[in-house]
């Protein structure tokens, strides 16, 4: 089900000869793909009920009682779609095929690194990013997403976005056949690991590929 369509057709953003074709950001209901390994999927707490007045007297007429609702997280960034771990989302092109679809699958705080060239964080802390994509379609002959993980980001709490999340440190954190691999991503599914630098051990982690022009993309809260 198409649910937010992009205000403005996406566009390939790499110097690379991949022609340019408009996308449209999609979201899809299913099952998220498990990953084996130190990454598991964050819980997410239920709402409570609001509690029960007890031993009123029917005379009395009780107010009701303010609630407040918890802010939505907020960002620097606009055209961001907000979703979940394990939702099925993509794009399609202008024409309404599609093309690729994803889950993010889990998101894991300061995983145990299990490269033998693995050093500590630059910043403080690594958090790595569970993905499985599948390229269903191809354009021209071309392939619709130039995967890379300097595409990935960390927002902090105060809202505002942290660029430098790619650090050398990242690329020796994964071992390098659980990354996913950099480029242009050809028909298939492909399954592994983003790893970021960040100061904060909570935020939300941001995906803006360059297909969509490198302004638009999801966000979840970790």
Known sequence: MLVRPVSRAARFGRRSAVPVFGFLLLALTGCATTISGSAS????????????????????TQEPEETTSAPAPTTSDTGLQPTTIGQLEGFVSDSGDQLMTFTVDAIT??????????????TGNFVAVAVTINILALVDGESPLFFSSAEWHIIGP?????????????????AENEQLPSGPLG???????????????????????????????????Y
């Open 41 to 60: 999927p964050l819980s997410v707490d239920g709402g409570q009920s609001a509690p029960t007045p007890s031993d009123v007297e029917e005379t009395e």
């Open 158 to 174: 105060d809202g505002q976005r942290d660029n430098e999340n790619s650090t050398f440190e990242t690329y020796l954190c994964a």
């Open 187 to 221: 028909v298939g599914t492909y399954v592994g690991i983003v790893v970021m630098d960040t100061p904060h051990v909570s935020g939300q982690v941001i995906w803006t590929p360059s297909a969509l022009g490198g302004l638009e993309g999801w966000s979840w809260t």
């Open 109 to 122: 705080v300061n995983p145990g690194c299990n490269s033998p060239y693995s050093d500590p964080p630059a």
